[in-house]
């Protein structure tokens, strides 16, 4: 009989301690996997917010801007250089923006805010605000209505959950209220009789017009339509005033920015601070967005726009953010370290019970002839087997969570969610799909694995066969 059916049918001859030894190594492998996806997936959605959002991949900046953002330090747009820029193979579009601050008054309130003037026609090109419009918004009239209509008791609950919530579009607003296909048909249409918003992106001939976020639309108390004040510093000192009538909302994924956020045409901008021609940066939007074709794509155009003009990658200018994930990616890391610690730990005392209970046998079959290598071999493998049924079990099991997970995010409410927003994020831990952290998870598991089985491996080659028969 070879040794590998030999070392299988060992497995099961004790089933208590193969189903104890893989369930270790289950358990191990599922949590870890299920941990790391949330984490990263928490990360990637972070990183993904504050680039489609605002910043953009790539950014031409003068070279002064990034330590000091001010109207000073902008520039003249160069069309010859973004020609240029727009030739390259990456380079979807130059999309030239001007930022700046001001306080935003309506009726009684004010707020300090982020003023940032774009090109409407080419918004798509380089940040895509204009699919961000609230479409529905769940005020507190909103839900009572919907209350009165025949809903399940389920989406009744939902809605008490998510009073003040604003959706762009319908696919998030099922799926965060959790409605059912079934019921799709009969509730989507009193969703849109009671719960509708109104408002219009902004539009390249306009003047005197204003998208705002919708945490400003709430604290303000403005809905489409009305007159929001703008009053700050221009360029060179000068003053900045104006009057904008309110086209629409959008809903902007970071809390902070959605708090603060105004967006004019760039014509309005440069009026409103008195700079013509100006811009504090244009945003450069690429086709592949991996890191080496980034940075290969930043080394060109760094080449093209020469010592007057920078071109800055995402993580150059989300610096504290990128600091802040790190540290939190060190201390999950330590979090996952003391998981497997602690299984490494029940992995070898299953492993030393093991040896101790069949020390009589591994004795009784090297007397009668076996050689020491074949029994350690044997052994090794039926503990290598029993990490394999443990491994493929737990990624198994963690698949439908992580699919799961990242179809439907968890959402934060309450006191949870006032911290995340605190700290600037969207209440939301959506998780990563399977990607190489699987890989890498495993291998873990492996070498605790291949830890036991060497410890098990020199057990044996120590073993002395007249103890081993009298134990």
């Given at each position: 009989?070879k ?34 996806s949330?984490?990263?997936g928490t ?28 109207l ?14 727009e ?27 982020m ?8 918004d ?5 605000i ?28 939902n809605?008490?959950?998510?009073t ?5 579009d319908?696919?998030?607003?099922v799926?965060?209220l959790g ?12 969703v849109r009789n ?6 219009e992106?902004?539009?390249g001939?306009?003047t ?13 108390g403005t809905?489409?339509g ?12 000068t003053s ?19 708090n ?11 009026w409103?601070?008195?700079a ?6 244009s945003i ?38 990128l ?25 070898f005392?299953?492993?030393l ?25 044997m ?6 087997l ?7 079990a ?19 409410t309450?006191?949870?969610?006032r ?15 399977p ?6 998870q ?7 694995l ?6 098990s ?7 002395n ?7």
């Amino acid at each position: 009989m070879k040794d590998r059916q030999l070392a299988w049918r060992n497995l099961w001859r004790n089933r208590k301690r193969t189903l104890i030894t893989a369930a270790s190594v289950f358990f191990a492998v599922f949590f870890a996997l299920v941990m790391r996806s949330f984490q990263l997936g928490t990360y990637n959605k972070m990183y993904s917010d504050v680039i489609q959002s605002y910043s953009g991949y790539l950014q031409l900046q003068s070279p002064a801007y990034l330590d000091e953002p001010t109207l000073d330090n902008g520039f003249t747009v160069d069309s010859g250089l973004v020609s240029r820029i727009e030739q390259d193979r990456n380079v979807e579009a130059v999309v030239p923006r001007m930022e700046s601050f001001a306080l935003a008054a309506a009726g009684n309130r004010t707020q300090g805010v982020m003023v940032i003037g774009m090109d409407p026609d080419n918004d798509n090109k380089a940040l895509n605000i204009r699919k961000r419009m609230v479409r529905y918004k769940l005020t507190p009239g909103a839900v009572a209505a919907l209350k009165n209509e025949n809903i399940p008791g389920r989406l009744s609950k939902n809605l008490d959950l998510f009073t003040g919530e604003a959706f762009s579009d319908t696919d998030d607003l099922v799926t965060i209220l959790g409605i059912s296909e079934k019921d799709s048909s009969a509730i989507l249409p009193l969703v849109r009789n009671h719960a509708s918003f109104a408002g219009e992106y902004l539009s390249g001939g306009e003047t005197g017009f204003a998208v705002i976020g919708n945490g400003l639309s709430d604290y303000l108390g403005t809905v489409p339509g009305d007159t929001l004040v703008l009053m700050g510093q221009g360029w060179h000192g000068t003053s900045a005033a104006g009057l904008y009538v309110i086209r629409g909302v959008v809903s902007m994924p970071n809390p902070e920015l959605d708090n603060r956020f105004v967006c004019l045409t760039l014509d309005d901008a440069r009026w409103l601070y008195g700079a013509p021609g100006m811009v504090t940066s244009s945003i450069i939007g690429i086709k592949d967005a991996s890191d080496k074709e980034l940075a290969a794509t930043q080394a060109r155009l760094s080449a093209i726009s020469g010592t007057e003009l920078s071109v800055r990658n995402w993580k150059e200018m989300n610096a504290l953010l990128l600091n802040q994930m790190e540290a939190d990616n060190r201390s999950g890391a330590i979090m996952i370290g003391i998981l497997y610690l602690v299984i490494a730990f029940g992995v070898f005392g299953t492993v030393l019970m093991m040896m101790a209970e069949r020390r009589r046998e591994f004795g009784m079959l090297v007397s009668i002839g076996m050689r020491k290598g074949r029994l350690a071999a044997m052994v090794g493998l039926e503990m290598l087997l029993m990490g394999v049924i443990g491994i493929i079990a737990g990624v198994i099991a963690s698949l439908p969570l992580v699919f799961l997970g990242h179809v439907r995010p968890l959402r934060f409410t309450g006191e949870m969610a006032r911290m995340y927003e605190d700290y600037g994020f969207d209440p939301v831990m959506p998780t990563l799909l399977p990607d190489t952290y699987y890989l890498w998870q495993v291998v873990v598991v492996l070498l605790i694995l291949a830890v036991a089985i060497a410890f098990s491996v020199r057990k044996i080659f120590k073993l002395n066969v007249i103890n081993a028969l009298r134990a």
